[in-house]
Structures are given as structure tokens and as C-alpha cells.
């Protein structure tokens, strides 16, 4: 499970050469999509917007000029759900200037909640699921008087021969497998996204190489699990390998894996393949074996702590973060110390940090007490934020005076005063502020002057390719 990212509206478009695209028709509808959760529904959202523009659809960047709003959604937590109903109540009311406006909730949420959703958002025309996309274009030919869905599971849908309508840049998303199998007992994902499946190698790498020719240089692997990847005689590793050695990628990154999955043959690929970054993001959730067992992770403590020694003595610089969960079910003072002992010994990069809260539908919201108080949970919640932003500024600063490679992914400025800045990543996904222009897509190596708990601040660049 990832964690929910900030609200973001339409991309430019950047549509791939691969697939063909109909042109927009004079008077074609335009289209709004705003996305909300993971990176798996970022890169939906590009696989959504490929469908649309294929079927003549044209893309706008505001609300206020579409014909068509579409919301990709989130079902993870509660609190997202709600702000997306909010939301579509708010953007209901541009009908007041468009009133043959279409508004539609797709993704995660939409499949959770299609039951009720044209009670609590009777303004909502249309209801779609993550394994519906291809059809989008006709269920929207379909909309009228009364809600359009489409939530039906469909297990072999992997939208395998859908090129991706990407984000311009450097860096570029490639779903490699959807689904999920391992059914966490507090996790929604399985229920809404359904099981597992992997696509076809060739698939991929022809994905990868066509972001390649667009300009991408750096390549992120998805998958709800994604290191359970198989299809055929094909492991994880053996496509890492394969990724890696795509002409015109110089990174390649992964999110995010399941510890029980993370194999002996994956961390020699992270040690041994100079293009695989040295970034890994191991959620583990909690540092009690009771409540792994709990949590249905299938590991123990000391299972991911021999990950972790392993990761360290086989991938030197590697950044590690997490996700962790407090206040889940039955979580005495006792597991949470077990949590924060955890955290203190790994010394994660950085973590997303969590308050347990019950999802309907799942095994622990149907089986287990949700039983540790409200005001615990978040006394527990800001003591391993202000724990983990300790160890975030520490081993940042760590980096204070070394030479870094950036991959300069924006640039601002210079502007009324305000000098220009570069913004970029190191392998270790660390973000980098470079004072002066740079090109976007060049690799730069930036002498490390100061750092916070979340940013390295670099002033001076060595050379213009490391
Ligand atoms: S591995 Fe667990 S937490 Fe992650 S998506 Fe699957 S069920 Fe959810």
C-alpha cells in the first residue's frame, strides 16, 4: 500500500508515439481529470487519459472549461473518500454554467462505495472501476437520466496494448502488475482493485522503451506488490535486469515491495546493476510480531530485520523508508514500544506514518475490535513523526559535503528577484534544491552544502555529467 499523495489536476499532455491517436474532433468533448491517491492511480490516470484521447476526447487543465469531470479516486482511507464527495459536490455546482456537464467517479472508490454513491452523490452520472477503463468512452456515451456503472472485477484485465499517455518529463510511471493477493487484514486494496496479475514482459519493455525515446531517463516500477511480479518463467529480478537495460535509461525504481516477496535474487539486482537505484521503500507497518500476525503481513520482525541487515551490507548508501501503522487493533504501550524500538534501530529515511482507522469490508474491521482510543492513537502518531523527523534530518545531514548525482526534473525561476533553482533526485530519491539553472533531464553532480529533514541544499555543480 502506498500512501495518498496530494490532490492533482491535469498533466500536460504527453502523449507517447505509440499508439494511435484520433485527433480531437472540431467540437470534441473536452475532458478534466483530477487524481487523487497513489502512484498507481497516477499512472491510471495516464492510461485513462490515452483511452480518452484515442476515442477524441481533448484534455483541459481547469474544471470550469470541461464537458466531461472525471475524479480518479482513492478508497485507502476514509477521510479521502469523503473529501472526494465534498469535492464533487463543489464541482457539481460549475453545472450552473455548464448544464450538459458530465461528472464521473472512477478508481478505487467508485468500485468500494458504486452501491452507495447515487444515494450520497446523486449528482454523480457516472461509476467506474478500475477494471472498466476501457470502456469508458462507451459509458459515456450511455449517461442520461439516471447513474451509468460499471464496477466489474475482471481478473484478466491488464491493459496490456494501452500506451500510457504520460507526463512530459524525465521520470515516468510503468505499472508492471495490479491487483493485489495478500489481503492485509486492515488493507481495502484486494477487495477494490481485485487479485493479482502481472504483465507480459514484452509489454513492459516496449513501455519503457517508447518512454526511453520521449525523454524519460528514469523508470518506476509499479504494483500493489510489486515484487511479486511474475509472468512466465520471468521473476521480479530477471525484469529488473531486463528494464535496467533499455537503451536510454539511467534509473530504474520500484514501489512498492511486499518483505515477504523481497527475494534473495532482487537485492543482487539492487547490488549489482549499476542503473537499479539504491532507494527502497519496505513498508513495515509495525514492530510487533503480535501485531504483524494481527495485521496478516505474513513476516515477522526478525524476517524484515534480516532484510534490512542484508540490504545494508549488499547495497551500501541505500535509503530505506517505510509505512507504519499505530493504534491498529488490540496495539498495547508495549507493541507501540516494539514500533518506535524498530524505527530507532533501522533508521528509516523517511516514513509514512499512520493512524490505524477500520475500513468496511475488511478482515479487521469484521473480526477485531478497533479497540485502542482516539486520543492514543494520536499521541502515539506525533511521537514517531517527531521521532522519524529526528532520523530523517540526521542521516540527511549525513550527506553534508559529498558529491551527489542529481537528475534535474524542474527548474524555476529566475523571477522577480527570486533567483533560479533546479530541483532533482540523487539515486537514493533524495530531493535536491540546486541553486542556478539547469537543463531538466541532464544528470548533474552537486557538491552537498546544508540539509533538512527532507531536502538536500547543494550550491555548487562539479560537472555536467557524473
Ligand atoms: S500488501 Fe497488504 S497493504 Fe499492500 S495492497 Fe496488498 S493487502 Fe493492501
Not at 119 to 141: I, K, S
Not at 307 to 327: I, K, N, Y
Not at 385 to 409: C, D, K, M, P, Y
Request: proline share 6%; glycine share 8%; with cysteine.
Amino acid at each position: 500500500m502506498s500512501d495518498e499523495l496530494p490532490v492533482l489536476g491535469q498533466a500536460p499532455s504527453a502523449p507517447g508515439p505509440a499508439a494511435p491517436l484520433a485527433a480531437p474532433r472540431p467540437g470534441a468533448r473536452s475532458v478534466y481529470l483530477e487524481t487523487y491517491g497513489c502512484q498507481m492511480n497516477l499512472a491510471d490516470t495516464e492510461l485513462l487519459r490515452r483511452i480518452l484521447l484515442g476515442a477524441g476526447y481533448r484534455m483541459v487543465d481547469a474544471p470550469e472549461d470541461a464537458d466531461v469531470i472525471l475524479l480518479n479516486t482513492c478508497a485507502v482511507r476514509e477521510h479521502a473518500e469523503t473529501r472526494v464527495i465534498g469535492r464533487a459536490a463543489q464541482l457539481h455546482g460549475l453545472r450552473r454554467h455548464r448544464p450538459g456537464m458530465t461528472l464521473g467517479v472512477l478508481g478505487c472508490m467508485a468500485q468500494r462505495l458504486a452501491a452507495e454513491l447515487p444515494r450520497r452523490a446523486p449528482f454523480v452520472d457516472l461509476v467506474v472501476g478500475p477494471d472498466a477503463y476501457r470502456r469508458l468512452p462507451e459509458l459515456l456515451e450511455q449517461t442520461g437520466e439516471d447513474a451509468v456503472l460499471d464496477v466489474r472485477h475482471r481478473r484478466g484485465e491488464d491493459y496490456a496494448g494501452i500506451e500510457p499517455a504520460r507526463r512530459q518529463g524525465c521520470t515516468g510511471w510503468v505499472t508492471i502488475m495490479r491487483g493485489c493477493d495478500r489481503f492485509c487484514s486492515f488493507c481495502v486494496v484486494p477487495f477494490v482493485r481485485g487479485r493479482e496479475r502481472s504483465l507480459p514482459v514484452r509489454e513492459i519493455l516496449d513501455q519503457v522503451a517508447r518512454a526511453a525515446e520521449t525523454g524519460v531517463r528514469e523508470v518506476t516500477l509499479l504494483g500493489q506488490t510489486v515484487n511479486s511480479y511474475r509472468h512466465g518463467g520471468t521473476s521480479f529480478a530477471d525484469l529488473l535486469r531486463q528494464v535496467a537495460a533499455v537503451p536510454g535509461i539511467w534509473r530504474v525504481r520500484f514501489t512498492s515491495p511486499h518483505p515477504a516477496d523481497l527475494s534473495a535474487d532482487t537485492i543482487e539486482a539492487l547490488a549489482s546493476v549499476p542503473s537499479v537505484c539504491p532507494s527502497l521503500h519496505l513498508p513495515v507497518q509495525s514492530g510487533s510480531d503480535a501485531q504483524l500476525a494481527l495485521m496478516h503481513r505474513g513476516y515477522t520482525v526478525a524476517h524484515y530485520r534480516g532484510l534490512v541487515e542484508q540490504l545494508r551490507s549488499r547495497v551500501p548508501d541505500l535509503a530505506l523508508t517505510t509505512d507504519v501503522v499505530v493504534g491498529f487493533c488490540g496495539e498495547t504501550d508495549a507493541d507501540y514500544a516494539l514500533t518506535v524500538a524498530l524505527m530507532e534501530e533501522v533508521r528509516f529515511d523517511g516514513a509514512f506514518l499512520f493512524k490505524y482507522s477500520p475500513r468496511e469490508g475488511t478482515h479487521a474491521w469484521r473480526h477485531l475490535p478497533d479497540d485502542v482510543p482516539a486520543a492514543t492513537k494520536q499521541e502515539r502518531l506525533e511521537r514517531i513523526i517527531a521521532l522519524q523527523e529526528r532520523i530523517s534530518e540526521e542521516r540527511n545531514r549525513a550527506w553534508t559535503g559529498r558529491s551527489v548525482e542529481v537528475l534535474i526534473e524542474a527548474c524555476s525561476g529566475p523571477s522577480a528577484g527570486t533567483p533560479a533553482t533546479a530541483h532533482g533526485r540523487t539515486p537514493q530519491g533524495k530531493n535536491v534544491v540546486v541553486a542556478g539553472e539547469q537543463v531538466v533531464g541532464t544528470r548533474v553532480q552537486v557538491r552537498v552544502a546544508r540539509t533538512t529533514a527532507h531536502t538536500l541544499i547543494g550550491t555548487g555543480v562539479d560537472s555536467d555529467e557524473p
